[in-house]
């Protein structure tokens, strides 16, 4: 036998008709019934598995299964990463140019040079090392005229804010409403505070107690030591919580706010600041 007629039966053989017969057990009644060849089944088969592949393909591909299958990762978790982190550059950018910003105005207030640094800023075609800063006649004659102002005054240095303690940040010692500011020209050295009866009274900063007695003119008074050479003074109080030598947190109380002393005329707190032997305006430091 030669080849091809071997193939040709081979072919013969996949064309050959088969019937498919489905009986009932019981009766041998026929139920269904189809011709079949060995072609048809395998071209049912064939299609049917290349359908099953191009489904699982697109299921994979085009819907959230896709995120079950190990190596995969959801699409717009690495979408919304990427946003986030060019969200942190633009928001440390932003961080930087407003540090430089509030650095800036803390030299001109100190009278030191401005700082430029050119890799902050978004717009790095300007070159700043160019801009020279010169006199002009107008800021001399103003110079005098405030240097002049100021000759004789002998509280010149009261309510300006001292090199040492610009950066500080107070606590309130009460809230209340202030009924006499501060006017070290009629020997007023401080601000009066009307606040209820009662209320507790609180560190400004950090420090020692130095001073917790009774005056007569002023009634239960404590003093209280902070660093950079500043003291606060709380005066008129009903009660004292503290005593000479303590140690005290900012905000912790020390004193209830009372109506005690020849000069006290209703509860209220008389609260100074001292810096250096010069009283200092306390509305310049906090907000009551």
Do not use: C
Not at 211 to 231: C, K, M, P, R
Request: glycine fraction near 6%; charged fraction near 25%.
């Amino acid at each position: 036998m030669s080849v091809s007629e071997e193939n040709k039966k081979k072919v013969s053989k996949l064309k050959h008709k088969y019937r498919f017969v489905i009986l009932n057990d019981e009766t041998f009644e026929e139920k269904l019934s189809f011709k079949l060849s060995r072609l048809n089944v395998y071209t049912v088969f064939g299609v049917g598995t290349l359908f099953l592949i191009v489904l699982v393909t697109v299921l994979i591909a085009f819907t959230p299964l896709r995120e079950f299958i190990p190596g995969y990762t959801d699409v717009t978790i690495r979408k919304t990463g990427i946003e986030n982190t060019l969200r942190l550059d633009s928001l440390e950018r932003t961080l930087k140019l407003k540090e430089q910003y509030l650095d800036n105005i803390n030299r001109i207030i100190q009278g030191e040079p401005i700082m430029f640094n050119d890799s902050v800023f978004i717009d790095s075609t300007i070159n700043y090392k160019n801009i020279i800063n010169e006199k002009i006649p107008q800021d001399s004659l103003l110079r005098v005229m405030i240097e002049t102002e100021e000759k004789y005054n002998l509280f010149k240095s009261a309510g300006r804010t001292p090199n040492s303690i610009s950066s500080l940040i107070f606590f309130n010692p009460i809230k209340g409403i202030i009924t006499e500011q501060f006017n070290p020209k009629k020997q007023h050295f401080g601000v009066d505070l009307v606040a209820p009866k009662n209320e507790a009274i609180k560190a400004t900063l950090d420090g020692t107690v130095i001073f917790a007695e009774w005056t007569s003119e002023t009634g239960y008074v404590i003093e209280i030591q902070h660093s950079n050479d500043l003291i606060s003074i709380y005066k008129h109080n009903s009660v004292l919580h503290k005593k000479q030598g303590d140690k005290v947190k900012a905000g912790d109380v020390v004193a209830i706010v009372g109506n005690t002393g020849e000069f006290s005329s209703g509860p209220h707190l008389h609260f100074e600041l001292w810096f250096n032997g010069i009283p200092l305006n306390p509305e310049e430091y906090m907000l009551f």
